[in-house]
């Protein structure tokens, strides 16, 4: 009978988590979605493991096989370096149909930016039957490397020497701010790139007449750009949306969403006659240690050269789901096998209850798991994957070990608990450390603590904006620098000791309990009940202290930073810079003014932040018990009078 019952317990589970991978993930119709190559694409050729920033290149070859890939997805490549190994890209694109957009990197540093130039010449005039447009620079006023004069200089040195047009690119922004660099141009070539706004645009955003606002905001710039300088083409040198990555305001990175904008892009610009290059060819890791997960996943192709989608064809959230699926539910049915196989007092009621839970713990960990590993571009990354895989993994073991204890009855004696963080604390270290891994609820709470203090420590660097200057050893920079905007809503990763705890605790309350009890629901989301251990054995019991406060200083500290910091994370993910001249908000530095204008826009923040708030729950009960309890006696006159 009980093998009855766990068969049927694991199908109907199984059949929940086959739901759970494949409805989001199911492949998806795009309206609009064509099989006409795209006009031109950004080509950055660097693999797994070459950088710019470590100087370790692609080889001609593998150039080559990256323009052989992209055979017939565009019509045209851009380049942003002359050097690199990149001649490769004018010497042999047209082998395989390709114009080429040839740009120069230039810089703070003179000597390297006339390198680059003279290499641009030289190309330009040697490849002229491939090289169809000339970019000398790329966002240097938005990084601040040169000056519009300086840019001018190096502008009209290329101009002199090569008969092809010849631009310079940037945000659309420092075109308006400098005009005087049109004069200088063939064409005018813009950045717009709606993720990376002052005040991003969502791709399900819509306009009061009902047109998407995205599409709205593509065209509006362009015309702005056109009308501000008539005279001039203007081309689109930069536009794309990421395929991973966190959100900003309502501006969802995604496969999906990625092939959704590129649609409406293309809309627009068959519809408007747009000239335009989309960003970029292939997903470039080295950008993950600059500007996140999302600053290495905007290629039309991942970094092993896959296809994240086909043109023309449906695309899928995530291509791998069925590969999840399976060990989510391999792990799932081993643990109810275990459960089963040790517990053999366990009630049918108790197989099913455990069933469930040994599947959700076992899917929500194969998708913290895999997110951190598919975002593992670097070694302090593949680290933290390591990390976090052993430390939900053991914070999970906890949380079963007590689910099958409170199920079977065979729970510890709660005079040993630790029922509040200090008391918890110091039974932890009084415990021979053999005996940790018996001890269920003692892991839990020291392993629920290191969470705690991760989820605080998230919030805050997602939270705040900190520049500090920049330290030179040597050659060698690195800028003391946090920049929430590069930093993902590590979701996945606090969904089991919040979400998947909570519904476990909040289940116990629902249990019939022989006796009343005071405060029963504060006492069973307690921390000291962390596990969830319910009314056979007892609830656990606080030492009566002197001070109703002092006792609870750990859980104050802990539930006010986890309260006011996830508030601080809503609040600044709704902010916003304008530069438009206006007044009102609070004044930066720059000059631009933070504006709330995108409270709860973000879902990926307010997630993070609901995540956060259940995490203090169950010091918030501990700090009310705790408070709720008579105080201790003072002791005898004879116990403190002198001898």
Not at 177 to 204: C, K, M, S
Not at 363 to 387: H, K, M, N
Not at 554 to 564: D, Q, S, T, V, Y
């Amino acid at each position: 009978m009980r093998a009855l019952v766990a068969l049927l317990a694991f199908v109907v589970v199984a059949a929940l988590n086959y739901l759970w991978w494949w409805y989001p993930n199911k492949p998806v119709e795009i309206a609009g979605w064509t099989t006409a190559p795209l006009q031109s694409v950004s080509f950055a050729p660097y693999r797994p493991g070459q950088s710019p920033l470590t100087r370790t290149f692609p080889t001609p070859d593998q150039i080559e096989s990256d323009l052989k890939r992209l055979q017939g997805k565009v019509g045209a490549v851009r380049t942003y370096s002359a050097g690199e190994n990149l001649e490769t890209v004018p010497q042999r694109a047209g082998k395989y149909g390709l114009k080429v957009w040839h740009g120069a990197w230039l810089n703070n540093n003179e000597k390297e930016n006339l390198e680059q130039i003279n290499l641009l010449i030289d190309h330009a005039n040697k490849y002229k039957d491939t090289v169809e447009r000339v970019i000398v620079g790329n966002e240097v006023l938005l990084r601040k490397d040169l000056t519009a004069n300086q840019l001018r200089r190096y502008i009209r040195q290329v101009k002199q020497r090569v008969s092809q047009p010849v631009t310079y690119a940037d945000v659309w922004e420092f075109w308006l701010r400098n005009p005087q660099l049109a004069d200088e141009v063939d064409f005018i070539t813009i950045h717009i790139l709606p993720y990376w706004e002052d005040e991003p645009i969502g791709l399900e955003r819509k306009e009061a007449d009902g047109k998407l606002a995205i599409e709205k905001h593509l065209v509006d710039i362009y015309k702005k750009v056109q009308a501000r300088f008539p005279d001039k083409k203007i081309v689109i040198g930069e536009t794309g949306w990421p395929s991973d990555g966190r959100m900003r305001s309502d501006a969802r990175p995604g496969r999906v969403e990625q092939v959704k904008f590129f649609s409406i892009f293309r809309s627009a610009a068959e519809r408007e006659k747009f000239d335009y290059n989309v960003i970029e060819a292939f997903d470039q890791y080295w950008k993950a240690r600059q500007e996140g997960t999302v600053g290495a996943a905007w290629g039309l192709l991942d970094a092993q050269r896959d296809d994240k989608f086909e043109l023309g064809k449906p695309v899928s959230a995530e291509p791998k789901w069925q590969l999840l699926f399976a060990v989510s539910t391999i792990v799932g049915a081993l643990l109810l096998l275990a459960y089963v196989s040790l517990r053999r007092s366990s009630a049918w009621k108790g197989i099913i209850i455990f069933a469930a839970f040994a599947q959700i713990v076992a899917t929500c960990y194969v998708q913290a798991t895999w997110i951190d590993l598919s975002r593992a571009f670097y070694f302090e990354r593949s680290v933290g994957v390591v990390f976090w895989a052993l430390l939900l993994a053991l914070f999970s073991y906890a949380l079963l070990r007590g689910i099958a204890d409170s199920l079977t009855g065979k729970m510890a004696d709660p005079s040993l608990y630790g029922a509040r963080v200090r008391e918890a604390w110091h039974s932890w270290r009084e415990l021979p450390r053999y005996r940790i891994l018996q001890r269920a609820d003692l892991l839990a709470q020291m392993l629920y603590l290191v969470l705690t203090v991760l989820c605080i420590f998230y919030l805050i660097v997602i939270s705040i904006d900190w520049y500090d200057g920049v330290i030179r050893i040597g050659d060698w920079f690195r800028q003391i620098a946090i920049d929430g905007r590069y930093r993902d809503f590590p979701i996945w990763s606090f969904v089991i000791p919040s979400v998947v705890l909570m519904v476990w605790k909040t289940i116990t309350i629902l249990r019939s309990e022989p006796v009343s009890r005071d405060h029963r629901i504060a006492k069973a989301l307690s921390f000291g009940r962390l596990l969830g251990y319910d009314g056979s054995r007892g609830f656990v019991r606080m030492d009566r202290r002197f001070s109703r406060f002092e006792p609870v200083l750990p859980e104050i500290f802990l539930a006010g930073m986890l309260i006011f910091w996830a508030i601080v994370m809503v609040v600044t993910e709704g902010a916003i810079k304008l530069h438009d001249g206006g007044s009102g908000g609070f004044v930066s530095a720059d000059g631009g003014r933070w504006v709330i204008r995108t409270l709860f826009w973000n879902t990926q923040a307010n997630w993070f932040a609901f995540l956060a708030l259940l995490m203090a729950v169950p010091y918030l009960a501990t700090i009310y018990v705790s408070i709720r309890e008579p105080l201790a006696e003072p002791p005898p006159d004879s116990y403190t009078s002198k001898w």
